[in-house]
């Protein structure tokens, strides 16, 4: 068994509920008493006085020791560490379900709950695993499939009673037909009978489809309007609606419904917290990073990864009021609009690491992979980077036609970075050209981020570079520079020793050195 850590997540900084004031979101009175409909974030202490299944609960707890706000469920040494400072409860009609937010979180890439759902008397118990690309603050209608399991409590360390990744989770919007997605925050200011709440229930298998849950319905005893149609070939019909007391109509159509769970997704704010007592940040920053917590996650497994170095800890910083600054939102693709495909990539190219593994954004040294900074750049801006990406061999054939040839080090290095850098700043602009800069800066910085010591003459020749191409784009708002309008400006700049290159090198240019000796200096490229 795990020993326990302790947790530092208090209620007031939950990133989901930033968008409502102090008292709506999780505020059961801010709902109509007529609905029978109750969300709330209770205290462990209430959660295990008002319980309903009292005979569960005792079997239950031999399983899970509470300390210092957290469970720590014994399985092997896989245990889960639960956070119970903040659990979400929902009541709807006969069923009850109580959230719980894992830290220890085994889902590599997004984040996990374990819910406990009481059902006339009947408990079960779910682990949910969510993927990295749920976005709990650009939300849509459409379903998110995850992986359910359910657990025996009595033999968490057995495998689950079953394991499904045909589960989706739904947004059932609420009683008046708005707040169907967005900020889930925002949802704790709907004022219907029963506001929004999120739904696990089976998706298609490929056969056969699950009829969606029915919508609302209008008057007592009245009936809403059905449910949406399942997806897949054969879709289930979707249920009848409910009348204006009711959550919603039935479950509609097709083979063996199965679990519908009500829940309340709690991302893992480990992260965030860590990162926030890491880099000293302020609270905005903390929020941002609780409500973003695939970013946060990235972040701090990279920070992590090369051992707290000063250098990771200023590029996260870095990168973390960059985010904010530019109001960043994860980018919602799908498999026919994403970036590349024109290309022949595959979807979901920028979070495959088989793929990044074998990618490069140097338009000099195609071998030269991606270091781990541009990884999480290239997760978080693929659209971007894909920009910067076709714009590798555009650098490289104009270098090799103004300069003769492509070379390292030398004054047609220096052209090269600098042109590269100038049209990325042009192409990414978003209206923001200033934000485009900063975007664009950054990947470079991370380009040179693994670079060794023996290189690092080069490294400052290569920012600087970098720079002039950047700042001149950045002086024109229209973005609309030509290649050649770019080219004929950063070779003016070459001749009138604006740029910088290193000399005197020795011959030849191979490696480690590359020419650079103790001697080299950075030289304007008019001497």
Aim: proline fraction near 7%; include cysteine.
């Amino acid at each position: 068994m795990k020993k326990p850590i302790f947790a530092l997540m208090i209620l007031f900084i939950m990133g989901l509920l930033t968008s409502c004031s102090e008292d709506d979101a999780v505020n059961s009175s801010s709902f109509s008493e007529e609905a029978n409909f109750k969300k709330e974030s209770i205290s462990y202490f209430k959660f295990i006085h008002s319980y309903p299944n009292k005979e569960y609960l005792n079997n239950l707890s031999d399983l899970l020791i509470t300390d210092e706000n957290l469970m720590n469920a014994k399985n092997g040494n896989q245990g889960y560490i639960i956070d119970t400072t903040d659990i979400r409860m929902i009541q709807i009609d006969d069923v009850t379900t109580y959230t719980f937010r894992v830290l220890n979180n085994s889902n590599e890439l997004g984040f996990q709950n374990i819910i406990l759902k009481d059902e006339n008397n009947q408990t079960n118990l779910f682990l949910v695993s969510y993927p990295e690309n749920f976005d709990l603050i650009n939300l849509n209608e459409e379903p998110t499939q995850i992986e359910l399991q359910e657990l025996n409590p009595n033999e968490l360390n057995n495998s689950p009673l079953f394991r499904s990744g045909g589960s989706c989770i739904y947004i059932t919007p609420c009683s008046e037909g708005i707040h169907h997605g967005g900020n889930i925050g925002s949802w704790g200011n709907c004022t219907a009978s029963r506001p929004p709440v999120m739904n696990i229930a089976p998706c298609d298998d490929g056969n056969n489809g699950v009829g969606g849950p029915g919508e609302p319905g209008g008057p007592p005893n009245g009936s809403g309007n059905p449910g949406h149609n399942g997806p897949g070939p054969n879709p289930g019909g979707g249920g009848s609606g409910g009348g204006s007391n009711m959550p919603g109509g039935s479950t509609g159509g097709g083979p063996n419904p199965g679990q519908h769970i009500p829940t309340d997704p709690m991302p893992d704010l480990q992260s965030a917290q860590q990162l926030h007592l890491l880099l000293l940040l302020n609270y905005s920053q903390k929020q941002w990073l609780n409500q973003n917590p695939s970013v946060s996650n990235k972040i701090w497994n990279y920070v992590q990864s090369v051992n707290n170095s000063y250098e990771s800890k200023q590029f996260a910083k870095k990168l973390i009021h960059l985010l904010i600054d530019t109001n960043y939102k994860t980018p919602a693709f799908n498999s026919s609009n994403y970036p590349g495909k024109e290309n022949g990539m595959t979807f979901n190219w920028w979070n495959n690491s088989t793929h990044l593994n074998n990618m490069s954004l140097d338009p000099y040294d195609q071998f030269k992979k991606l270091t781990k900074q541009e990884k999480i750049l290239v997760a978080i801006w693929p659209e971007q980077a894909y920009k910067i990406y076709k714009n590798k061999p555009v650098a490289e054939t104009m270098t090799t036609s103004v300069m003769g040839h492509n070379g390292r080090n030398d004054k047609s290095d220096a052209f090269r970075h600098a042109f590269f850098n100038a049209i990325n700043t042009r192409d990414i602009w978003g209206g923001f050209l200033v934000k485009a800069a900063d975007i664009v800066r950054l990947f470079g910085e991370a380009h040179e981020s693994e670079v060794p010591a023996n290189l690092n003459k080069e490294k400052v020749m290569d920012l600087y570079n970098n720079d002039i191409g950047i700042a001149y784009t950045a002086s024109f708002f229209s973005g609309s520079l030509s290649n050649s309008q770019i080219s004929d400006a950063i070779y003016y700049f070459l001749v009138n020793g604006n740029l910088r290159y290193l000399s005197p090198l020795a011959q030849p240019i191979v490696p480690p050195n590359y020419g650079i000796t103790a001697q080299t200096q950075l030289t304007p490229t008019n001497n």
